[in-house]
């Protein structure tokens, strides 16, 4: 008899310290059974970029955002953090989370001082998602990548942000201002334009074409435009760039031509000079006869724009139709 009662007591014990050892908020793959079961409804359920399954029994009250563009969509809910990634020109720390403590650029986290600052949360983007998610998992720290570059993704991920911390009819409303800015930009363009353009994004070391998943190429599409390299295959790990072809831009002739760049301006200019100005084949393009060939900037077209997408759709529009938005 004692010794089923012994063995009974052992059982129950364990049953108590294997629910006691589960994170208070988890995450599944989409389609799975939530990793935690509880009595009480979830505070939230989320289905992040990855399409894992998000499920937070609370409001998360420690979060560390490792991606610069993710505090934008934390700031503009009221959302607060422990920590985040270091400032640099294309991504400015807005000005409520300069204090929160600096946890390395996002190319060279600092995951030691993440998991220090015993965080109930962070959010992550696809890339470090790969790299440090068993590192998170096995320190009980859940984690929710974002990795927004088209418009609708950008609501998406603010959509998430607002329900991380109970902040969804903020979110909404945020929403739709960026909609009714973007229908108004549309508003003035001319009907049916079709205007054949193309986007070159060069880098020190090679030029490429952006395609419609990319964020000048998602604001291009908004706008009506007819982006040349749509139906390119992608380059492989890089799915919203195909590559780069004076004879195929030659054939197609664009009538807009869009740059984005990233790196040392210098090195970028002696390469689309190597690559693509210096080919004979360039000066006879309609777009560059016609001057024009647009720069677009790295804050708004390298790095997620965030709530400032409305700026980037209208900024493109402005340098094709300049007169219809005096």
Partial sequence: MKKILFFSLMVSLLAFVSFGCKPENAATNAGSKPAVQTSQKAFAEITDSEKRNVVL?????????????????????????????????????????????????VFNINMEKVVGLKPDLVFINAAQYQKFIKMLETNNINAITLQPKTYEETKEALVITGKVYGKSAEAEKLNKTMDDKIAATIAKMPKDHKKRIVILHATPSTVTVELENSIAGNAA?????????????????????????????????????????????????????????GNPAYSALTAVKNNKVFILPEDLFLTPPGLRYPDAVELMAKHVFPENFK
Avoid: C, W
């Fill in 57 to 105: 029994t609370k409001k998360p009250e420690r979060v560390v955002v490792m991606v610069p563009s993710i505090l934008n969509y934390v700031d503009a809910v009221g959302g607060t953090i422990i920590g985040r990634p270091s400032s640099s020109k294309a991504s400015v720390i807005p000005p409520s989370m300069e204090k929160a403590e600096d946890v390395g650029h």
């Fill in 221 to 277: 599409k908004m706008l009506g435009f007819v982006n040349i390299a749509q139906g390119t295959t992608a380059i492989q790990g890089k799915p919203e760039k195909a590559p780069y072809s004076i004879e195929v831009l030659v054939e197609k002739d664009p009538e807009i031509i869009f740059i984005t760049s990233m790196g040392a301006q210098d090195k970028i200019e002696k390469r689309l000079k190597a690559d693509v100005q």
